[in-house]
Structures are given as structure tokens and as C-alpha cells.
């Protein structure tokens, strides 16, 4: 204690002043990130039931519409020509290039969460009457996103093609959702 | 104890110990103000006023709302019909937004005409649009709230905004609706941050008040005060003034409430909100509809998703982007007539916004949103360089006694005559 400003004093001043800091700003960081978290979706939540939906019922050339996760989920019974037109689309001009057998299990059943991938909005197409866009398959009256059969992003703002759900088939007609 | 500065010594006693009188005195009775203040300086203070008017009626009706998907719509439609006078509270309160940014707009361009962001005032500039961002903040939530078609579909196509940041955005989209599309949590968190976030507008306008009696209002001729002969006290000139402003005010207010109380809301946001069907057309409340309008225009959505944050950010940096000393567009000639095409520019967009995103509106939209940029990065930079400003007046005391000696020296001659 002769001399309080030896180097010696000085470095273990500074670090114990610097490890202060550091152990403080870990202990507020803990803090926060229960804050932040609680925002996440909770396990009920998550916890959401799958859905599961009989085709039987669906013609050819006829599409449902049914909720899973509080989203709209597609399913459309395609026609042949529908298919032929999906398959046929070159990858070059794709925006976010996919083939159709990459997007269906069962090419007669193309399954989508109806979402518009540019903001959200429910693209309109599964009625008969609705306006089904430039390709034939969806369109997003908010912006103005086509989706082609394969419900693949063809013109507009959108930057991906619509998203595949996880599902499977149980039996030829019955699938299930997530 | 210096010599007693109040009649009153019950005052005098508080003041001593808590020199609030002292302060508002100072503050809001002899504060020299410039005494050649226009109407548009009307505009600060019945912002302050609206905001007031919203956090009282917000703190009634959140008394009688429900947050929850179930009964957030029926709980509005028994303020409008079952509480007492809730139809008056909510009217007031709905069209209250609309005026709050109808007279924060002309706040904003009033600042814009006249110079006000340039120093030493760039710091009250910015804090003013850091209460622009909350006020928007703020109001969406709010119009989330009656969960409404448009509530929804709104609230869905602007959160689904931070989904166009990379790697992260879907997360933080999740994370904003505490769930895997907009729905109870959505709602609850919004009604939660809806109620606090005016609290916190009210303490940047306190920062606001700061920084603005720091070197005191602008004027008109936006030159400096250069003594007592150009100031008048504040009280009685300028509170006479702000409420003969407010009582034009509160008319045409209380006629769009008792008269029109729909006439700038949505007739679908009437219908109970349904998460399988969007509405045809998607439009957001009026005063968002310029920034709708710039987001549609660009072909690109993380692009459009940046030029609409960077209209608002634009207006951060403005006090560096315009280099003119001279501040007042009165002796400004080219910056009046640019300011103008902005004017017309933003009500442009207003309209652009409020029009289906096809055909010419989509070419229009572009190039307004192109305008608008090349205003604030292009023209005003350059301006300086090329624009020959007219001679400022001496002080501003000097205009008044010359118009005023011009005028006696005209009846003078007409006299002769």
C-alpha cells in the first residue's frame, strides 16, 4: 500500500473493473432474454393438433380449403391438363425454380398453405368463379402475385412459390397434415 | 431567499422547495417567443392537445375492451351501443387518429417550408420524427384492436413486412405473432403495447419541448432573434392565438365526429375478422397510404420493404442533406418551388396508395416514389450550388417597420395628391 499507482495496482484496477462490466452486462442479458422469449409461440401453441382430410369426396378440377395452424391450407384435385401444363414449365424462367414433382407426393393432389409468400394475404383460386390469374392456378388480389398449377411464383412481387405443408398420405385419399 | 417573485406565499412557499412555478413561468408566460408567428405555428401545440385527447379517451375505452379474438369485435360493438356515450368516446377517439396525423403532417411541412430542422434545431427535428414513427407504431396496433377484416389483414400484411429481412425474417415474423399466423397473442401484445407506447410518445415530446425552448421557436423569415425588440411574451400573444386555433379546431373536429364519423375509416373493418378470406382490396387507414404506395411500387419486397423505412429514414438525415443557410423558403425561390412538387408528390402518393397496384397506377406510383427520393437526395444537396437566394432582412423587426414606414409613405403621397 506504499505506492496505489504501481502498473501492478493499475491491471488488477482495470480488470477488476472491466470484469464488473462483463459479469453485469451477462446478468442483464439472462434477464432479458426471458423478456424477449416469452413472445415466442408457447407450447400450446406449438403443440397444435395436425389435421387430417379425406380426399374421397374431391372431383377432379375441384379444390378445399382447410385450417391448420390458424393458416388456410390448399388442396386441389388437378386435371390432367393442369398436371401436363405444371410439368411441361421450363425451370428457366422460374423465379424460384422448381419442378412439379418436387412440390407433390401424388401429382393428382397439389397441396399449399394458402399464403401469399409476398405479405401474407389469402390468394384467391379455389373457388370456380374466383379469378385464378395469368397461369391458371392463384392469384393474390393485395399485390397482384400469379401462381402457375403448380402454385409456383410466376409474376408479381412475391419472391418464393407457395409453401408445401408437411403432410403424408395414409391411404390413397386420406392425408394429414403436420 | 431573493425577493419573492409570486403574490401568492403559499406559491412562493412551494416554489422555493420546488421551483415548478418558477418553471412554468418561464416556461409558458414571459418565454420570448418571435413575434411574427403565422397560423402554421398553430400546429405544435394542437398536436400536444390531440395527443392528450387520445390517451384520456383511450384510458375509457380500454375500461370497456376486451382483448381477446372472441370478444375483441363484440366488445366494440357494445361500446358503440350499450356503454355510456362509448359511441361518443370511440368516434372521438377513431377520428382523433386521423386528426392527430392530419395536424402532425402540416406540423411536418410547415417545418419543411420553413427551415425549422437546420441549426442549431437539427436534434428537435429528429426527435420530431422519432414521435412520427411511434404515432405510426401506435396507431397500427390501435386499428388492430376492433379485429375487424381490415384489422386483420392489416395487422397480417405489415408484420408479414419484417419477413423480407434475411435469414431472420421468418423468425422475427413468428416471434411477432407469438405464433404461426396473427391471432390471440397477436392481439393481446398489440393491446398492451397500444396502451404504452403513447406514454412513451408523451416523454419524447417532453425531449421535444426541451430541445424547442432551447433556442426557441422559428419564424416565418427564419432568421435569428436578435433581442428583446423581436420577442413578444408567450403568455397572453401566443396562447390567445393557439387557442383561437384550437376552437377552429375542435369545430371541424367535433363535425367529422358527430357528422362523419366514418367518413375516413373502412366500411369492411365492420366485418368480424376471418383468417381463410381477404378482403379485395387491402387499403391501410389514409395517413399510412403514401408509404403503402412507395412498398407497392417496387417490384421486389424486400426492396419495397426498404424504401418505405427509408422514406421515414430520409427525413432523419435531413438536416444534413439540405446545406442552404438560409432557411426560410420566402427567400428561397427554386427551394418553394421544389417544396411544392413535393407537397404534390406525397398527396400523389396518397392517391397511388388508395388505387389497385396494375396497370398506369403501378408506372405512376414508381415514378412518384422516384420523385420522392430524388428530392430529398438529388435536389436538395444540389441546390445550394445553383440557387441564388434573396437578401434576408436585417433582423426581424425590420421588414414590420419598413412595411409599416412603406405604407405611411404611400398615404402620404395620396395625400398630397
Known amino acids: 500500500m506504499t505506492n496505489k499507482n504501481t502498473p501492478d495496482d493499475k491491471n488488477k484496477r482495470d480488470f477488476l473493473q472491466v470484469s464488473t462490466y462483463a459479469l453485469g452486462a451477462v446478468g442483464a442479458a439472462s434477464f432479458v432474454w426471458p423478456l424477449i422469449n416469452q413472445m415466442n409461440p408457447a407450447a400450446d401453441t406449438l403443440a397444435l393438433a395436425s389435421t387430417e382430410v379425406d380426399l374421397e369426396q374431391l372431383e377432379e378440377g375441384q379444390a378445399i380449403t382447410v385450417t391448420w395452424r390458424g393458416k388456410p391450407v390448399f388442396i386441389r384435385h388437378r386435371t390432367k391438363e393442369e398436371i401436363a401444363s405444371a410439368k411441361d414449365q421450363l425451370l428457366d424462367g422460374l423465379r424460384d425454380p422448381q419442378t412439379d414433382d418436387e412440390r407433390v407426393q401424388n401429382e393428382k393432389y397439389i397441396v399449399l398453405v394458402g399464403v401469399c409468400t409476398h405479405l401474407g394475404c389469402v390468394p384467391l383460386g379455389q373457388k370456380s368463379g374466383d379469378i385464378k390469374g395469368e397461369y391458371g392456378g392463384w392469384f393474390c388480389p393485395c399485390h397482384g402475385s400469379h401462381y402457375d398449377h403448380s402454385g409456383r411464383i410466376r409474376k408479381g412481387p412475391a419472391p418464393t412459390n407457395l409453401e408445401i405443408p408437411q403432410y403424408s398420405f395414409l391411404s390413397d385419399t386420406l392425408i394429414k397434415i403436420g | ?417
Not at chain 2, 23 to 39: D, V
Not at chain 2, 77 to 103: C, K, P, Q
Not at chain 2, 153 to 178: D, H, K, R, Y
Not at chain 2, 373 to 380: M, P, S
Open chain 2, 1 to 417: 431567499m431573493s425577493k419573492p417573485k409570486f403574490k401568492n406565499p403559499v406559491v412562493n412557499w412551494i416554489d422555493y422547495r420546488l421551483p415548478i412555478f418558477t418553471f412554468m413561468n418561464h416556461e409558458l408566460n414571459e418565454y420570448p417567443t418571435p413575434k411574427n408567428l403565422n397560423y402554421f405555428w398553430n400546429f405544435g401545440s394542437l398536436a400536444g392537445i390531440t395527443l392528450v385527447i387520445m390517451i384520456v379517451t383511450g384510458i375509457v375505452l380500454s375500461m370497456n375492451y376486451t382483448a381477446h379474438i372472441d370478444y375483441a369485435f363484440d366488445s366494440v360493438e357494445r361500446i358503440m351501443r350499450d356503454v355510456n356515450h362509448g359511441w361518443l368516446l370511440r368516434y372521438i377517439h377513431m377520428n382523433g387518429a386521423s386528426f392527430f396525423f392530419i395536424v402532425v403532417y402540416i406540423h411536418i411541412f410547415r417545418g419543411l417550408y420553413y427551415g425549422s430542422y437546420k441549426a442549431p434545431r437539427e436534434i428537435l427535428w429528429i426527435l420530431g420524427v422519432l414521435i412520427l414513427l411511434l404515432m405510426m407504431a401506435t396507431a397500427f396496433m390501435g386499428y388492430v384492436l376492433p379485429w375487424g377484416q381490415m384489422s386483420f389483414w392489416g395487422a397480417t400484411v405489415i408484420t408479414n413486412l419484417f419477413s423480407a429481412i434475411p435469414l431472420v425474417g421468418e423468425s422475427i415474423v413468428t416471434w411477432l405473432w407469438g405464433g404461426f399466423s396473427v391471432d390471440n397473442p397477436t392481439l393481446n401484445r398489440f393491446f398492451s403495447l397500444h396502451f404504452v407506447l403513447p406514454f412513451v410518445i408523451v416523454g419524447v415530446v417532453i425531449l421535444h419541448l426541451v430541445a424547442l425552448h432551447r433556442f426557441g421557436s422559428n419564424n416565418p423569415i427564419g432568421i435569428d432573434v436578435q433581442g428583446k425588440q423581436d420577442t413578444i411574451p408567450f403568455h397572453p400573444y401566443y396562447t390567445i392565438k393557439d387557442l383561437f386555433g384550437l376552437s377552429v379546431f375542435a369545430t371541424i373536429f367535433a363535425a367529422a365526429v358527430f357528422f362523419f364519423p366514418n367518413f375516413m375509416g373502412h366500411p369492411d373493418n365492420y366485418i368480424p375478422a376471418n383468417p381463410m378470406v381477404t378482403p379485395a382490396h387491402i387499403v391501410p387507414e389514409w395517413y399510412f397510404l403514401p408509404f403503402y404506395a412507395i412498398l407497392r411500387a417496387i417490384p421486389d419486397k424486400l426492396g419495397g420493404v426498404l424504401f418505405m423505412f427509408g422514406a421515414i429514414m430520409v427525413l432523419f438525415v435531413l438536416p444534413w442533406l439540405d446545406k442552404s443557410s438560409v432557411r426560410s423558403s420566402q427567400f428561397r425561390p427554386l427551394y418553394k418551388l421544389f417544396f411544392w412538387f413535393l407537397v404534390i408528390d406525397c398527396i400523389a402518393l396518397g392517391y397511388l396508395g388508395a388505387m389497385p397496384a396494375e396497370g398506369i397506377y403501378v408506372v405512376l406510383s414508381r415514378l412518384a416514389t422516384a420523385y420522392y427520393f430524388f428530392h430529398f437526395l438529388i435536389i436538395l444537396p444540389l441546390l445550394p450550388k445553383i440557387e441564388s437566394t434573396r437578401p434576408l432582412p436585417v433582423s426581424i423587426s425590420t421588414p414590420i417597420i419598413t412595411a409599416s414606414s412603406n405604407a405611411s409613405t404611400v398615404m402620404a403621397m395620396r395625400e398630397k395628391k
